[in-house]
């Protein structure tokens, strides 16, 4: 494998950035400085190290997205732009979106190759905790509320053709947006199609922007703007792995 895949697989940098890093010398084989990207290594047996921190090799590739609105969670369409569009530099195979925002939705994406964690978090008897930020048209009533804290009717109905209500959701107001918007953070332990706007559709209102914020322990942060993506922490990685 050649030295710079190695390391942009390792999560060390983009290739251009891996590039200057090794033109830097900051990349050690064995102990020697390392002289070009294009350089042979064997993960297996050589020991690779960059600014003197040996990187072991791992399998599975996890970066956290913040996707923009107008892209498709999928990994093909034939008219839109995909998330994996958006990560076409990284060069990896096998990537996934990690459950599906809406095209007008923004905000956290998971995107990896592990297809074991992407079942694992989208397990419907999992339930992992999804934080959405929630423009809204209306300001929301204390009955409304209520509702969506206990479970609303969003039209699935069960094998005897029950009402499937949503499960008990969070509810927390925050301040209204630049444009006078009242908005809210919803936290919903289920992933329904559509389930957001369809849970505030129950209760007579309408979504007019959405975002998510967190899914299980990973969460957006403000150091990405839309379209932009960075690699998972090892301790994120593990986190995420232990919520499930
Ligand atoms: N709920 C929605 O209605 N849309 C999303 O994109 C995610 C959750």
Redesign the pocket.
Known sequence: MRLDKFLGDQGIGTRKQIKEYIKNGRCRVNGVVASKPELHIDPDCDEIAFDDLVITYSEFHYFLLNKPAGVV?ATTDGRNRTVLDLLSEENVKGLSPC???????EGLLLLTDDGQLIHELLSPKKHVD?T?EVHLKNPLSDDDINLLCEGVDIGDRDKENLPLLTLPARVEGTKSDDKDRPVILLT?HE??????????EAVGNE?LF?R?LSMGSLTLGDDLKPGEYRILTESEINSLKRSD
Not at 99 to 105: E, K, N
Not at 191 to 200: A, D, E, I, L, N
């Open positions: 969670s459950g599906r925002l809406d095209i007008d939705t999804k959405y919903i992933g329904r199609f559509h389930q957001v706007k369809r849970m505030m979504v959405l998510r």
